[in-house]
């Protein structure tokens, strides 16, 4: 069986997250959407709340499946018995820092492949961050995210209004 894992800190996960998903569910028998936990990032969401958020998006595929980890990808990856990492470019910008990334994660093991996917143009600007910032002032991030991430920044948002 020829695993990958696909890792991020999916703070929210958003349809971009999900178009490499996508792809990388087509290229092999199993995907495992890897959500770092990772507190020095300040992630809006628990790594739990992350987690149920992308698992209510996975019934398209039947060969994914969600877990966390909180210390090198490399070892994740090896402990899961995954042969590949998949990234997901957005821009140019995007590859430098993934392109450091994918060779320290070779040097650390040369046996795990990194593969660069692109995700769709629509998403080609679309962030997590970015969706948090909008989500906030209440802007329309419909076209940007699943519904169920909709619902869980409208609750985070409501929360906050009322502390």
Known sequence: M???IYPGTFDPITNGHLDVVARAARLFDK?????ADNPGKGPL????ERMRLI?????????VVVDSFPGLLVEFAR???AVAIIRGLRALSDFEFEFQMALMNRHLDHEIETIFVMTKD????TSSRLVK?????????????PPNVIA?????RASNDEA
């Open 152 to 156: 869980a920044l409208d609750d985070r």
């Open 45 to 48: 969401f628990s790594v739990a």
């Open 55 to 63: 698992e209510e998006n996975l019934a398209p595929w039947p060969n």
């Open 122 to 125: 629509a998403y080609s600007y």
């Open 79 to 81: 402990e899961r018995g």
């Open 31 to 35: 995907v495992i959407v890897a959500v």
């Open 133 to 145: 910032q909008v989500s906030r002032f209440g802007a329309d991030i419909a076209p940007f995210v």
């Open 2 to 4: 020829r695993i990958c």
